[in-house]
């Protein structure tokens, strides 16, 4: 079984084609990173496979189930679970709100003590009372991935869920990513950070121009003269 299966997927805004035919599959607990430079359709690939807006065409699988076209909603609740670029907590409610926020129907019974392991889990127990207003741009960031965790989502969809956090929040996020791989679920990974994706991602696709130009390692990424031309670059000599 195949926790993803993408095919020729395709979304335009006007003329731009935002993700112009991108196919791929990833396998249940695999860790994939998407890496590519500002603008090659990251985003929005992660936008159409959550169902926050439709493809022009193609189609996806989750867990072997045709999803295409379903809204959001029900792709949420057939286990994939995504973080968004820019958070967007509810900025009025306490941390602890915002998970317990984040889970929804049937779940009411299991979200106090899902909030508290997450808590614990991210190590914000000791700000799970004060208002989401009040975090620092790190801490929000771990309050995103916090709340995504809060579904129980088989496939997780982080976007550049470390950007901007400091290398210890950093080391709780890949910790807490490994865990949850540990325990069965499937990433897939916008970064920006490439020590990270090194150290844990075992495949990385790489987009430019909205299409996928290379697959594979890192070493083989790093090693592929296009990926160094179009986005990680040379050093300088
Ligand atoms: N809702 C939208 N309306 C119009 N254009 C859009 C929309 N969303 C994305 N785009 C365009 O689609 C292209 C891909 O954007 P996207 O946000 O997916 O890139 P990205 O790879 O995530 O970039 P970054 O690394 O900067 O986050 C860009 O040209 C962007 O301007
Ligand atoms: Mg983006």
Aim: include cysteine.
């Amino acid at each position: 079984m195949s926790a993803l299966a993408v095919s020729d997927l395709k979304r335009s805004f006007g003329g731009i084609k935002a993700v112009a035919g991108v196919s791929f599959d990833v396998g249940v607990k695999e860790i994939v990173g998407i890496i590519g430079p500002n603008g090659s359709g990251k985003s929005t690939l992660f936008n159409l496979l959550s169902g926050t807006i439709p493809p022009s065409s193609g189609t996806i699988r989750l867990l072997d189930k045709d999803v295409t076209h379903q809204p959001a909603y029900r792709i949420a609740r057939q286990g994939l679970g995504r973080t968004f670029q820019i958070p967007t907590p509810f900025i009025n409610m306490t941390v602890r709100e915002n998970l317990l926020a984040a889970a929804v129907e049937g779940e009411w019974r299991s979200a106090r003590s899902r909030a508290e392991e997450v808590l614990a889990a991210l190590e914000i127990s000791h700000i799970a009372d004060d208002l989401a207003s009040t975090l620092s741009g790190g801490q929000q960031r771990l309050l995103e991935f916090g709340r995504v965790q809060m579904r129980d989502p088989q496939i997780i969809l982080l976007d550049e869920v470390t950007a901007g956090v400091n290398p210890r929040l950093r080391q709780i996020i890949l910790g807490r990513v490994r865990d949850l791989q540990e325990r069965g679920k499937t990433f897939l990974v916008i970064e920006h950070d490439m020590e990270l994706v090194r150290t844990i991602c075992e495949r990385i696709i790489v987009m430019d121009a909205g299409e996928i130009v290379f697959e594979g390692t890192f070493e083989e990424v790093a090693r592929n003269e296009r990926v160094v031309d179009a986005y990680l670059g040379r050093p300088e000599t």
